[in-house]
C-alpha cells in the first residue's frame, strides 16, 4: 500500500463523522504533519537504525472504529498475567478501550473512555495534557496516532489515593483473520501524593501480521509515585511503536523497567521530563533478544528544574540474528543547576552475527551538574565462564548462571513479586531452550 | 595420580611451556617456583583446561585419564581443582548458589544423587567451621567487593567443598598480607591426606613455611630446570632467580 495515500483516504472518508467528539482539531492538526513528515526512513536521525518502511509496505485492516468484539473474555483469561486476581486490568483490543473486557478492583479509580474526560469534569486535564509528547517526538509514525485519536481511555488516580491493587494494562490484537495496525491512546492523571504500580504488556493472537502504533501520556503530581513495568514478549510477527511519555509536575518520583524478550521489530520511546524541583526517576531497561528481532530503546531524560536526580540503567543480551538499538537522551536545561543524571548501557553479544548501536546523547546547559554516561558492548564474560567450568560446571549451565546473573540488577528492580517471577521464568526457560 | 610428559604448550603462537615433565603421587605436596614468565600460571591453567592455551606436544594423565582430552567441568568432575590467582568477580551470582551448583553438578558426574538443602547446609557449615569462613561472605555475589583475603579464602573454601583429588593452588599468596596467607594455607593444610595431593605454584618461597613441599620444582623458560626438596626454595629465597638463571645458560651454552 502507499501509506500516505491509504490513510490519507481513511481520514477523509470518517474524520467528519467524528468530529463531534472533541478531537476534531487535534486530529486533523496530526494528520497534517503526519502528511507532511511521512513515514520515517533512516535520513531521519532518531530513525537511523531502525528500519519502518517494510511495516507500512503491508496491508493491515485499520479501522479507526471500534468492531463489533471478537475477542472475548475466554480469550483474555488465557493471557493474563500472574497476580491479575489481585489487579485492576485494562483491556485494549486492536487499540480501542474496552470496558466490557477490563476489570476495575479498585472502586475508587477513575477510568473513562478518553472522549468521555474530554467533555467532562476532566476536561481541563485533557486538554492540558493530551498531546504533551508532541513536543519531545515529531515524526509521522508519532502523528499518526494522534490524527485517528478514538476509543482511547483516561486513568485519574485520586490525590491521596495509595492504590492497593496494580494496574495491568493488556494490548491485544486480534490477527486471527487479517493483518492488523492497532493505535491505543492513554492518558493517566496521577495526583497529589498517589502511587500506582503499572504494569503493561502486548498479546498479538492469531498468526498474521500486527503493528501497534501506541502512546500513552502520564502526569506525575506533587509527592506522587508511579512504577512503570513494560513487558513485551510477543510473537515474532508481531511489530510496535511504544511511547511512554511521563512528565512529573511536582516532586514526585518515577520507577519503570522495560524488558523486552520478544517481537519482531519493537521502538520503545521513553520520556520523563523532569519538571519540578527534586525531581526522581529511574529507568531500568532489559533487552533479551533472539532470532531476527530488533528491538530499539529511545530515552529522553529532560531536566527541566533543579536538584533533580535521574538513574538510567539498560541491558541487553543478543544472540542469533538480532539487531539492537540504545539511544539516551539526557537534557539539561539552564534553570537545571544541581541536576544528578547518570546512564548507562551495557550490552552481550552472543553471536558474531547480533549487532548493537548505542549512542549516549547528553545535552548540557548549565554548569553546575554531575552527569555520567558509559556505553559497553562485548562478549559473555569467558573469564567467568572458565572459573564456572573449572568448578565443575558444565558449559550450558554456567552460561545460563551467568547470564541471570547479569539480568539480575534489572530484574531486582520489579517490585511486584508475581510479575517478577514471572519474567524471571521467561528469561530462565530461554536461556534453558535456546541459548547455545 | 599426575603424570605430565613432554608438555609443550602455548598462547596465541607464543611458546610459553617448552618440555614439562613432572610426577605426583597421592599424599605429595609439590611446588612449583619461578621467575616471572617462565611458565608457572600457564601450567596452571593449561591443567585446568582454560581454552585461551594450546598444547601442541606432550601428554597428561590423571588417574588413569587423560586430562588434555577432558572439557574443565569434567577435570572438576574427576577431582582436580584449581584455586585462581584471580578468582573471577560475578555480580548477581550469590555464591551460595553457585557453590551448591558446582558441588552438585560434580556430584552428578561422579554418578551420585544431588545433595538435598539440609545435608547442603550441613556440608557448608562444617567446611565454614574448618575455613574460618562467615555466612555473611557466602551471602553475597560471588567475589564481588571482596578483598584479596576474602577471596583466596573464597578459593579454599571452594576446594573444601568440592573435596579434590589434586588442588593447585596457582600465587594463592599474593597480594595477601602474612596473616591472610596463614589463614588461607591453615585452611589448606587441614583438607590434606594421604590421598589427595596439592601442586602449589609460587613466586616466592613464603607460603611455603606453612604448606610445606616434599618436592620443590624451578621452572625457567617454560620448563622444569631444577628439583629438589624444600631446602632449594630456601637456597632460591637466599640467592634469588639469577643463580638458576646463570647455571641454565652455562648448561646451554655446553
Known amino acids: ?436 | 595420580m599426575l603424570s605430565i610428559q613432554d608438555l609443550h604448550a602455548g598462547i596465541e603462537g607464543k611458546k610459553i611451556l617448552n618440555g614439562i615433565n613432572l610426577d605426583i603421587k597421592p599424599g605429595e605436596v609439590h611446588a612449583i617456583m619461578g621467575p616471572n614468565g617462565s611458565g608457572k600460571s600457564t601450567l596452571a591453567n593449561v591443567l585446568a583446561g582454560r581454552t585461551d592455551y594450546e598444547v601442541s606436544r606432550g601428554t597428561v594423565e590423571f588417574l588413569g585419564k587423560d586430562l588434555l582430552d577432558l572439557a574443565p567441568e569434567k577435570r572438576a568432575g574427576e577431582g582436580l581443582f584449581l584455586a585462581f590467582q584471580y578468582p573471577v568477580e560475578i555480580p548477581g551470582l550469590n555464591t551460595i548458589n553457585f557453590i551448591k551448583t558446582a558441588v552438585n553438578e560434580v556430584r552428578k558426574y561422579r554418578g551420585l544423587e544431588p545433595l538435598d538443602a539440609v545435608s547442603f547446609l550441613k556440608l557448608m557449615k562444617e567446611k565454614m567451621a574448618l575455613m574460618n569462613i562467615e555466612q555473611s561472605l557466602l551471602s553475597r555475589s560471588l567475589n564481588e567487593g571482596f578483598s584479596g583475603g576474602e577471596k583466596k579464602r573464597n578459593e579454599v573454601f571452594q576446594m573444601a567443598m568440592l573435596e579434590p583429588k589434586l588442588a593447585i593452588l596457582d600465587e594463592t599468596d599474593s597480594g595477601l598480607d602474612i596473616d591472610a596467607i596463614r589463614i588461607v594455607s591453615n585452611g589448606v593444610n587441614k583438607l590434606r591426606n594421604k590421598d589427595n595431593a596439592v601442586l602449589v605454584v609460587t613466586h616466592y618461597q613464603r607460603l611455603l613455611d606453612y604448606i610445606v613441599p616434599d618436592f620443590v620444582h624451578v621452572l625457567y623458560n617454560g620448563r622444569i630446570v631444577k628439583s629438589g626438596t624444600k631446602e632449594l626454595a630456601l637456597e632460591l629465597e637466599e640467592r634469588g632467580y639469577d643463580f638458576i638463571k646463570n647455571e641454565t645458560s652455562a648448561v646451554e651454552a655446553v
Not at chain 1, 338 to 359: E, M
Open chain 1, 1 to 436: 500500500m502507499n501509506s500516505i495515500e491509504y490513510f490519507k483516504e481513511r481520514f477523509e472518508q470518517w474524520q467528519p463523522d467524528a468530529g463531534h467528539n472533541g478531537f476534531g482539531a487535534i486530529r486533523q492538526e496530526a494528520f497534517n504533519a503526519f502528511s507532511k513528515l511521512g513515514i520515517p526512513t533512516s535520513k531521519n536521525e532518531e530513525w537511523k537504525y531502525t528500519r519502518v518502511a517494510g511495516l507500512f509496505n503491508k496491508d493491515y485492516q485499520f479501522t479507526p472504529d471500534p468492531q463489533p468484539a471478537s475477542v472475548t473474555a475466554a480469550d483474555v483469561n488465557r493471557l493474563r498475567l500472574p497476580g491479575y486476581e489481585e489487579a485492576n486490568e485494562l483491556v485494549f483490543v486492536n487499540g480501542f478501550f474496552s470496558f466490557a473486557l477490563s476489570v476495575i478492583r479498585s472502586s475508587d479509580l477513575t477510568v473513562l473512555a478518553l472522549e468521555e474526560a474530554a467533555k467532562n469534569d476532566f476536561r481541563e486535564l485533557v486538554a492540558k495534557q493530551f498531546g504533551d509528547s508532541n513536543k519531545y517526538i515529531k515524526d509521522g509514525i508519532h502523528a499518526l496516532n494522534t490524527a485517528f485519536v478514538h476509543g482511547g481511555v483516561f486513568v485519574h488516580i485520586k490525590k491521596d489515593q495509595v492504590l492497593e491493587h496494580p494496574v495491568y494494562v493488556y494490548n491485544i490484537t486480534d490477527a486471527r483473520s487479517a493483518n492488523i495496525l492497532a493505535q491505543p491512546r492513554s492518558l493517566i492523571h496521577i495526583n497529589e501524593n498517589a502511587q500506582v504500580q503499572l504494569v503493561e504488556t502486548y498479546i498479538t493472537l492469531g498468526a498474521n501480521q500486527s503493528f501497534t502504533n501506541q502512546v500513552m501520556e502520564v502526569t506525575v503530581e506533587k509527592d506522587a509515585r508511579l512504577e512503570y513495568y513494560k513487558i513485551q514478549n510477543d510473537g515474532d510477527h508481531t511489530n510496535q511503536v511504544s511511547t511512554t511519555h511521563i512528565r512529573q509536575t511536582g516532586k514526585s518520583n518515577v520507577h519503570t523497567v522495560t524488558v523486552s524478550l520478544n517481537g519482531g521489530l519493537v521502538r520503545n520511546n521513553l520520556n520523563l521530563i523532569l519538571d519540578a524541583k527534586f525531581c526522581e526517576a529511574h529507568l531500568y531497561g532489559l533487552y533479551f533478544q533472539t532470532g531476527n528481532s530488533h528491538i530499539d530503546n529511545h530515552t529522553i531524560v529532560d531536566n527541566i528544574k533543579p536538584n533533580c536526580l535521574s538513574n538510567e540503567l539498560y541491558k541487553g543480551i543478543m544472540s542469533d540474528q538480532s539487531t539492537g538499538v540504545f539511544n539516551g537522551k539526557i537534557f539539561v536545561r539552564p534553570q537545571a543547576q544541581k541536576t544528578n543524571a547518570y546512564q548507562s548501557n551495557k550490552n552481550v553479544l552472543l553471536s558474531d552475527t547480533t549487532s548493537v548501536n548505542a549512542k549516549p546523547q547528553l545535552e548540557i546547559f548549565a554548569d553546575d551538574v554531575k552527569c555520567t554516561h558509559g556505553c559497553t558492548v562485548g562478549k559473555l564474560n569467558e573469564e567467568g565462564l572458565f572459573y564456572l567450568q573449572s568448578r565443575g560446571i558444565p558449559e550450558k549451565t554456567a552460561r545460563t548462571l551467568l547470564l541471570r546473573a547479569y539480568s539480575a540488577d534489572i530484574l531486582e528492580h520489579i517490585k511486584p513479586a508475581p510479575i517478577r517471577s514471572y519474567v524471571e521464568r521467561l528469561i530462565f526457560e530461554r536461556l534453558e531452550s535456546d541459548i547455545s
